[in-house]
């Protein structure tokens, strides 16, 4: 079955670049799309369609997908963007969620 | 905007079957707009999409659960349902229900409730 995989943890300075990567085999063939969870709260969608950002995602939130790695880049990562995040993408007619990635803002 | 409530047991006894509803508001779970989908979360873990299922019938499932899941639609009540039968403690999770997008290759979730816990208790 396919999988994807996520490092468990990403650490970032206010204000600089975090990315975060999802591996998948041959994903650029696939769409994927991320989510944003923080502790006691539901997910929120941040990126679609590899690189969309869905209406009231600031900018600074962007996606990428080439080969077998899918990217989310937060650009001026603020203390607001910390928590886990999801990388998903559908195959075989599954959804297939990536472990997710907990990103600490120091 | 869609909005979406999870409402049901908070605690199901080991061998019995979980039964959840998802109440859906500024959308029409009859309109083909979206795919209605569960995913759960068990506690201090990741997410695990469970199944979705369109207006028309055409349904998805997580293969390792499959054997043990219904998902139905209630149109009159603009309200789609889980159940999971013969739970165990490995059920034990926060169950959101959420809109996923219509779209082949696609398939994101775009709206998601507020999730609900449920325990299985032996």
């Known amino acids: 079955s396919y999988e994807l995989t996520q490092p468990p943890s990403v650490s970032v300075s206010p204000g600089q670049t975090a990315s975060i990567t999802c591996s998948g085999d041959k994903l650029e063939n696939k769409y994927t799309c991320w989510y944003h969870q923080k502790p006691g709260q539901s997910p929120v969608l941040v990126i679609y369609h590899d690189n969309k950002r869905p209406s009231g995602i600031p900018e600074r939130f962007s996606g990428s997908n080439s080969g077998n790695t899918a990217t989310l880049t937060i650009s001026g990562t603020q203390a607001m963007d910390d928590g886990d995040y999801y990388c998903q993408t559908w195959d075989s007619s599954t959804v297939i969620i990536g472990g997710g990635t907990k990103l600490t803002v120091l | 905007q869609v909005h979406l409530q999870e409402s049901g047991p908070g605690l199901v006894k080991a061998s019995e079957t979980l039964s959840l509803t998802c109440t859906v508001s500024?959308?029409?779970?009859?309109?083909?707009?979206?795919?209605w989908a569960w995913i759960r979360q068990p506690p201090g873990r990741g997410l695990e999409w469970i199944g979705s299922m369109y207006y028309s019938g055409n349904t998805f499932h997580n293969p390792s659960l499959k054997s043990r899941l219904t998902i139905s639609l209630d149109t009159s009540k603009n309200q789609f349902s889980l159940k999971l039968s013969s739970v165990t403690a490995a059920d034990t999770a926060v169950y959101y229900c959420?809109?996923?997008?219509?779209?082949?290759?696609?398939?994101?979730?775009?709206?998601w409730g507020r999730g609900t816990l449920v325990t299985v208790s032996s």
């Open positions: 959420a809109t996923q997008d219509i779209a082949a290759a696609a398939r994101h979730f775009q709206y």
């Open positions: 500024g959308a029409s779970v009859s309109s083909g707009d979206y795919y």
